[in-house]
């Protein structure tokens, strides 16, 4: 396998010595609009009175609108879970600016949704590039088009649309699996976007490589909660909540059609949670609940959550988050937030007893926080996990680990690692990723060598790491896309860091 290694690494470099990739090389163009031969395929959009025309320089010219969204439109045909990039060129004669948006039409059983993908300003006279991206959902139908802001009934002209489509080749060269190198000490996971799931190549090539999953955003309170459904039940009694699944279904799905291990992000957190649900009646007009109120609608929450998985996906769960980034950075205390506000200073220790009243049976229940590096921090989490540990709700501790290759330093990680196992929690590397500067080889390599120094410093630890998972797959979609910080470049291909990370293993190998 050793020669394997060589020689792709090799092909590698090759590969991003020719390419010098970036997002550019990642994206094929599959559409650019020709209006040499008539409209191909563009048409006003809810028509009224707007009409189209061939125009000089290559373009069209809309005339006659009455609304902003009346405006050239096109379909074409997308492929839910990959990326797309769009460019327009406008050009309009009549106002000293004028607004312009690329938008999208989608439709899904007759239903018709809009979303703006990109925007920019155009003065009188002047041709000007208009930019867009999105990542592609399931729906039956997608119209692009180019429309107005605060400008309905705006003649303009438009040409050269352009549509960039992630190059959607999964297909790898033959690469060791990480999950498969690991499987003795510890699981391999990563997190994935609903927009990811729904791709069935791309998952496939996530399972290659992971054997656990967490949703990146999917199980957030803000996409569980039903607060629309929510205030309707508060009618009757104020404590209970409504949830929905619809953002994770399809990982869902897909985990459990194909032996992959789920790990649930997050229960309660300052963050992505609806203000409402901490108010009377859902209602940000009415008072914050009461302490119990508060603490009932958790409960009611996270019961509806697990029952919800254990009827639909048994045994899928093998861990969770309870509880999401509650100690302030500066102070180590508990950071200011709506659940302090309204349950007070125990309410982790509620939460985690909650839990474990309603969680199925071996589930593994987590506190996860990030800056566990970070000295003043440390002490405040050391100090939350012993209370936690004394009332024997909690089963682990989910280190972050949302580096930067200037900060914190591997010593630093190995000593707060070696700290908190000491309470004798399982832990995890819950959202691991790196960021670097730029993407040239030199610092490539500075983030293969961390990479591979925080493997080699967990692998002592397996007995009581239970996982290390990255955030995210491919530098592209990371949520920290601008500093490369994950494993796969763009094109899906193994970075150096990939290779320090499978090599971490060398001296463990039996
Ligand atoms: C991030 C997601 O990756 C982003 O898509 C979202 O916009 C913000 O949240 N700590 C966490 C994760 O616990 O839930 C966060 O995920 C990253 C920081």
Known sequence: MKTVRVLLSVLLLVILATASLGEEAAMEQIYQSDFTAGEDGWYPRSMGTAQLAAAPDGAMLITGRENDWNSPGRDFEMIPGLRYSFSVEVKQDEVDTASFMISIAHSAGGQESY??????????????????????????????????????????????????????????????????????????????????????????????????????????????????????????????????????????????????????????????????????????????????????????????????????????????????????????????????????????????????????????????????????????????????????????????MHHDIAYPTVSSIRASVERVALLGLKLRVSELDITIPNNTEAQLAKQAEEYGAILRLLLPYSGQLEAVQVWGVSDNLSWRASGYPLLFDGSQQPKPAFWAVVDALEDKAP
Do not use: C
């Open 115 to 400: 979303e703006n993908l990109g925007r920019g300003q155009a003065a009188r006279g002047e041709w000007v590039t208009v930019n867009g991206a999105w990542m592609a959902s399931a729906f039956d139908r997608y119209v692009l088009y180019v429309e107005t802001t605060g400008a309905p009934t705006l003649s303009f002209a438009f040409r050269n649309f352009t549509v960039l489509q992630e190059k959607a080749d999964f297909e790898q060269e033959e690469i060791p699996s990480l999950s498969q190198l690991y499987q003795d000490y510890f699981d391999f996971g990563t997190a994935v976007t609903r927009f990811e799931a729904q791709n069935k190549a791309r998952m496939d090539f996530y399972a290659s490589q992971f054997n656990l999953m967490t949703p990146g955003n999917e199980m957030k309170p803000d996409s569980l909660i039903d607060v629309r459904a929510s205030r309707e039940l508060a009618k009757e009694d104020q404590t209970q909540v409504a949830v929905k699944f619809d953002d994770v279904t399809p990982l869902l799905d897909y985990a459990r059609d194909n032996g992959i291990k789920l790990h649930g992000h997050v229960f309660v957190w300052h963050s992505q949670t609806p203000e409402a649900f901490f108010h009377e009646n859902y209602d940000l007009a009415k008072p914050l609940v009461s302490r119990e109120i508060m603490l009932s609608r958790l409960e009611h929450f996270m019961a509806k959550t697990f029952a919800y998985v254990e009827e639909n996906y048994p045994g899928l769960f093998v861990s969770w988050d309870i509880v999401n980034e509650a100690i302030d950075d500066s102070t180590g205390k508990l950071r200011s937030s709506n659940w302090l506000k309204v349950v007070g200073e125990d309410y982790l220790l509620r939460a985690f007893e909650l839990a474990r009243r309603v969680a199925p049976e071996g589930l593994k229940l987590y506190y996860n926080d990030y800056n566990t590096a970070v000295p003043k921090k440390q002490d405040g989490i050391v100090k939350l996990l012993k209370e936690l540990v004394a009332e024997g709700n909690i089963d682990g501790y989910g280190f972050q």
